[in-house]
C-alpha cells in the first residue's frame, strides 16, 4: 500500500518519541486518520467527547511528562474547539502540537462549507503555524513545528488539506523553478541546561549575601529543582513562598515553607512579602504585583530560563538568565551563609499557626458540608504519589490549601489561564501518560458540567481516574468576586434542585456516590479511591463557604462590607459560616 501524507506525518510523530493523539475525527482529516490507523501499534489515538477537552488534554500530558501533546480536530467547527485548551498550554509553557483539517486545495477560496482558514485564526496562539499543500514538505515542516514546541515550550500547528492528506508522500506536484529544496531534517533536539553568567552570579550572590531578611518565591519553573531550592533556602534563613502553579515544588509541611501566596495564598506568606528586604525569585514571574514586595521595597534577584521574563512585575537587581537547577547549584557556594536565622524562625512559627487553622476548618461536624472538609477527607486518603488535578474557581482556593504535597504529590491546573473544566482533561490525559498512579479530578460542578461527557471518555478507554465534585449549586468564584467588587450577587446560583452528577457516573459504567451526609463522607471517598475503575463522588457542600483570603485587607472588608448593605442575599448564613469557621481557627 503506497505511504500517504497522512502516514508520513503519523510515522514522524513516532519517530519523535509521540504515543498519544488526543482528538475527535471528522471528514476534514480522513487522510490523517488513516495514517494515524495504520500506525495503531505505535501510535495510540484517544477518542474524546469534545475537541476542548482533546486540548487539554494535550496540555495536561505535556505538563506532566515535560514531552510533546499533540491533538487533532476537523476541519472548521473542529478546529476552532481546540483553542481554548491551546491557550492554556501557550501561557501555561507546555509543548503541545495541534493537527486540523482544511478543505481539499481546490475549492480554498470558494466560500466552501467549513471553510475556516484556521492559520489565521491560530495566529495568536501558535509560534508556529502552517497550512502544508504540498506532500514535498514532509518531514522537515513537522520537524521544524515539533522543534519550536520543545524548544520554546509553546503551541505550533499543522494544518493539512484534505487533498493533501491522502496524496502519495513522495509526490513531487510541481516544477521546481527556485534554487531551494524541499526541506531535510531530522528528528532530534538539543537542550543542555542553561548556566548563569558568572558575573551575573557574583552580583547576585553579592545581593543576597548582604540582605537581612531574605525571601523566596519559587514557581513551576523550579519544579525539577526541590533540592537546590532548599538548600539556598537554608543557607540563606530564607522562608520559601511558592506560586499556586509552583505548589508541588517544595512539600508544604517542610520547615522552610510558609506556602502559596496571593488570594488563595496564606497569612505568613502575604506578611513576609512585606517585611522583606530581599527577594530571591526561581521559575516564576508571578502576575499578582500586589502581593510582592512595593518597588524600591526589598532588592531583587530574579532566576529564569526565558529571559525575557525577567522583570516584568517589579525592578529586579539581577537577572539570571539560566535553568532554575542549574543556577542555583552555580549560586550556593558563593553564598554567605547567614547566621542570624530569626526572620526564617518567626515565619516558621507562622506557617505552623497557619496549618494548624487550616487543619481546624476540617469540620466533620458541620453542615452542610466544608469544602474544605472535601478536600480534607481526599488529603488524608490519597496516596503519597497521588496527581491532583484541579479546576479554576473556589476548588481552586480549597485544594491549594488542603492537598498536601508529601512524597511524589502532584498539583496541576490552569495556571495562567485560570479557565474552567480542565480538572477532568487533565487527570484522563495524566492517567494515560501514569497507568499505575492515582490520579484525582477535583472540580466544581459548574466546571464538571462543562464537560462532564468526558467522564464517558474515561470509562470507556478503562481510566480508573477519580472525580471528585465540589458541588455548591453555583459559580462560586464568581459570586465571591463580585461581593467583593462591593455588588451584591448575581446570576450566579443554580435553581433548586442541585444537579446529581453521580447517576451520570454509574450511567457511563463507573462508581458514582452522592453524598450530602458529612458523617458518609470519608467513606464514599475510600470507596471510590479503592475502585477499579472511574469513579465520582458528587458532594453537596455549603454554597456559602466564602474563600477568605490569607489576610483580610482594608479594602477587602469595606467591599464586602458594603455588597452585604446593599442586598446581598444568603447573607445570614455567609456570616455565620464565617464565624464559625474563625471559632474554629481560635480553638486551634
Avoid at 95 to 102: E, Q
Avoid at 261 to 275: D, F, H, Q
Avoid at 443 to 459: N, R, S, Y
Avoid at 545 to 558: H, I, T
Wanted: proline share 7%; net charge negative; hydrophobic share 40%.
Amino acid at each position: 500500500m503506497r505511504e500517504i501524507v497522512g502516514e508520513a506525518l503519523a510515522k514522524r510523530l513516532v519517530d519523535w518519541g509521540v504515543d498519544t493523539v488526543f482528538g475527535l475525527p471528522g471528514d476534514g482529516i480522513n487522510g490523517l486518520m488513516e495514517g494515524f490507523r495504520r500506525q495503531r501499534e505505535r501510535l495510540r489515538f484517544v477518542l474524546v467527547h469534545h475537541e476542548e477537552a482533546a486540548a487539554f488534554m494535550a496540555t495536561g500530558y505535556a505538563k506532566a511528562t515535560g514531552r510533546l501533546g499533540v491533538c487533532a480536530a476537523t476541519s472548521g467547527p473542529g478546529a476552532i474547539h481546540l483553542l481554548n485548551g491551546l491557550y492554556d498550554a501557550k501561557l501555561d509553557h507546555a509543548p503541545v502540537l495541534a493537527l486540523t483539517g482544511m478543505q481539499e486545495t481546490s475549492v480554498l477560496g470558494s466560500l466552501y462549507q467549513q471553510e475556516v482558514h484556521t492559520p489565521a485564526l491560530y495566529e495568536d496562539v501558535a509560534e508556529y503555524n502552517l497550512m502544508v499543500t504540498n506532500p514535498q514538505q514532509l518531514p522537515g515542516v513537522v520537524d521544524v513545528a515539533i522543534r519550536t514546541a520543545l524548544a520554546k515550550r509553546t503551541v505550533v500547528h499543522l494544518s493539512f488539506p484534505n487533498d493533501i492528506q491522502v496524496a502519495e508522500a513522495s509526490a513531487d506536484p510541481y516544477r521546481h523553478v527556485s534554487p531551494g529544496k524541499p526541506p531535510l531534517s531530522s528528528p532530534v533536539l538539543s537542550r543542555p541546561p542553561v548556566p548563569a553568567a558568572h558575573d551575573e552570579l557574583d552580583r547576585a550572590a553579592r545581593v543576597l549575601s548582604a540582605g537581612g531578611k531574605i525571601a523566596m518565591l519559587v514557581g513551576i519553573g523550579a519544579r525539577d529543582a526541590r533540592e537546590e531550592v532548599l538548600a539556598v533556602a537554608d543557607c540563606l534563613a530564607a522562608p520559601i513562598v511558592k506560586t499556586l502553579s509552583g505548589k508541588q515544588v517544595v512539600p508544604d509541611e517542610h520547615p522552610l515553607t510558609t506556602g502559596g501566596l496571593g488570594l488563595l495564598g496564606t497569612k505568613p506568606s502575604e506578611e513576609l512579602m512585606e517585611e522583606c528586604d530581599t527577594l530571591l525569585m526561581v521559575g516564576t514571574s508571578f502576575p499578582y504585583s500586589s502581593y510582592l514586595p512595593a518597588p524600591g521595597k526589598a532588592r531583587v534577584v530574579q532566576i529564569d530560563r526565558d529571559a525575557s521574563r525577567i522583570g516584568l512585575r517589579l525592578p529586579v537587581e539581577v537577572a539570571l538568565a539560566a535553568d532554575a537547577g542549574t543556577a542555583l547549584r552555580q549560586l550556593l557556594p558563593l553564598l554567605n551563609p547567614t547566621a542570624d536565622r530569626s526572620f526564617l524562625e518567626k515565619y516558621q512559627r507562622g506557617g505552623t499557626e497557619w496549618r494548624a487553622s487550616m487543619k481546624a476548618l476540617r469540620d466533620p461536624s458541620r453542615r452542610p458540608i466544608a469544602p474544605s472538609y472535601f478536600m480534607g477527607c481526599i488529603d488524608e486518603l490519597a496516596a503519597d504519589d497521588a496527581i491532583l488535578t484541579c479546576d479554576s474557581g473556589t476548588i481552586a482556593t480549597w485544594s491549594a490549601r488542603h492537598w498536601t504535597i508529601r512524597g511524589g504529590r502532584e498539583y496541576y491546573l490552569s495556571g495562567n489561564l485560570a479557565t474552567m473544566a480542565p480538572g477532568l482533561p487533565y487527570a484522563i490525559a495524566m492517567q494515560h501518560a501514569f497507568p499505575g498512579r492515582q490520579v484525582i479530578a477535583f472540580v466544581g460542578d459548574g466546571g464538571f458540567a462543562m464537560l462532564m461527557a468526558e467522564f464517558l471518555t474515561a470509562a470507556r478507554h478503562d481510566l480508573p481516574v477519580k472525580v471528585m465534585v465540589n458541588n455548591n449549586n453555583s459559580y462560586g468564584q464568581i459570586l465571591w468576586e463580585q461581593i467583593l467588587l462591593g455588588y451584591p450577587e448575581y446570576a450566579v446560583r443554580h435553581r433548586e434542585p442541585e444537579a446529581d452528577f453521580s447517576g451520570w457516573a454509574r450511567s457511563c459504567g463507573g462508581y458514582g456516590v452522592k453524598v450530602t451526609d458529612p458523617g458518609r463522607l470519608s467513606d464514599a471517598v475510600r470507596e471510590a479511591l479503592a475502585h477499579p475503575g472511574p469513579a465520582l463522588v458528587d458532594c453537596s457542600v455549603n454554597p456559602n463557604e466564602p474563600p477568605m483570603p490569607g489576610k483580610v485587607r482594608y479594602e477587602q472588608a469595606k467591599e464586602f462590607t458594603e455588597a452585604f448593605l446593599r442586598g446581598q442575599p444568603h447573607r445570614i448564613a455567609t456570616l455565620a459560616t464565617v464565624a464559625r469557621d474563625k471559632i474554629n481557627q481560635l480553638r486551634s
